[in-house]
């Protein structure tokens, strides 16, 4: 089983989330755990409109974050979802964090209980 967690490595809780997940994979061999850094490493428009269409703009975009908060009046009037693209992609961190994939699922923010759930719905148990 393959999990992806999704963020930037100075994030208190993507620290958390990826310490909890490494720790997870340590009693579990089927478990192989993927970190992706959204500043080094963008996210494709593929990737970031196939999440809004599971998750919506509001599950997936911060609208609380410092980086949200420095945005012009008119970058924060996301009409669609090209224009919440193109904003993630230029401002990364906008994104709700960690975002974990796991198969097609995806979670956002770190919740232990429901990622275990994930991972357990994954494995059968």
């Not at 970031?48 to 945005?71: A, M, P, T, V, Y």
């Amino acid at each position: 089983m393959q999990a992806t967690i999704y963020g930037i490595p100075n994030c208190d809780t993507v620290r958390k989330a990826r310490n909890w997940l490494e720790q997870v994979a340590q009693q579990r061999t089927d478990l192989s755990i993927d970190f992706h850094d959204v500043r080094t490493q963008p996210l494709t428009a593929v990737t970031l409109q196939q999440w809004l269409e599971q998750l919506g703009r509001d599950n997936l975009i911060n609208k609380r974050s410092s980086s949200w908060r420095q945005l012009s009046t008119a970058q924060q009037q996301l009409g669609n979802d090209a224009d919440a693209i193109a904003l993630l992609q230029q401002f990364p961190t906008l994104m709700k964090r960690p975002l974990l994939a796991l198969n097609q699922h995806l979670a956002v923010g770190f919740d232990s209980q429901h990622w275990q759930a994930l991972l357990d719905q994954h494995d059968g148990g």
